[in-house]
């Protein structure tokens, strides 16, 4: 769960030009249903009167070229919602061989749910506008499936090695996307009268996009993993482990419902690496007590940094637990943070409008375990 809210001025450019941008190039025809910007927000732009075909002013003028009766500099605010779980039901067996080699295989039935909603605005001074409102929502879920291998080498009774390979996640996702658009003008004359009909006046205006719904397949990459344990005696252990990830793997289902995903995973590959992440953690244990501490780190996953952000992750954890023959109970406290940035949009020239901000999240964890 995450809420992002920020503001400011941008003398520099409107969430307008972004629809100038895309519209270029096509007639007004692009907007009609089955066309490439149908159900966009740069539809929902145009039926808004935001932007409009140059032919308007002139019928001379092309008619793949548009124009904009706002020009000043906007105000501009968004809050973005994120809400969403992550489930996985594990199914696993594990064999022991003569105490120095333990194997194990699992398989788990996962399940994602996601939903995002966000509401951008810009206000405007001296102009025929007086804000513009957009609000999307988009809501993602589907269940998937996977497996692990893994197996612990212990020689000797104060050092053990593990190794484990992931299988991709396969999902099957279904997402819901919609739009709405609401304008306030200041009773503008947009259209002229003409011999035959009034003057087109606007005031408050709106429209809305259908309920988009995709189907799809997601496979995200393999997972390696190696590490080394050793143990103090009985006061405790430290240990240790790097993982194998190349994001650059994930991949879209080809085709699903006659649609390709080629240029979509072209991009995966291009946008993102292989990384190297780690994981270090230690045990203290006195009596029937135990305290833990630990750090992780998660390497940035695109090949070069984005908007001049990092997104590599940090954790620091520790807990404590209290174990007996009959049960056991553990808690512990994670906290994850790394740097982040966002653009609402993406113009040409000057700049886009950029967000930079810390995310961070706090998870407290509880486990209550019956031996039998």
Known sequence: NRNLTYAGTNKDNSIIDYFLQDATGGTPAQFKSGEDLYNTPTELAYNNYLIGESTILDPANSNTEYFTDVTGIPSQHEEIETRGTQNQWNFSYGAN?????????GVGVASI????KKVYTENFVNEPLSDLRLEETLEIRGPGINATLGAIFRPVDFIQF???AATPTSYGLTDAYSATMN??????EYLPATPTSPPLIISDESAATDIINSEYALKTPWRFNTGV??????HGFVTADIESINYGNAKYGDAYDGISYENDNEKIKTLYQSVINFRLGGEFRLNQFRFRTGYSFMS???KNEQNNVSRAIQSLSGGAGYRTEKFYIDFAVVHRYGDNSYRPYTVNSPTSPLVTFQQSNTNLLVTLGFPF
Do not use: A, M
């Open 229 to 234: 344990t050793l143990f103090i005696q009985k």
């Open 113 to 116: 749910r996601y939903k995002s």
């Open 162 to 164: 593990g190794v484990s």
């Open 97 to 105: 061989i003569g105490d120095k080699v333990f194997l194990g295989l």
């Open 183 to 188: 304008t306030s003008w200041k009773n503008y």
């Open 300 to 302: 940035e996953p695109f």
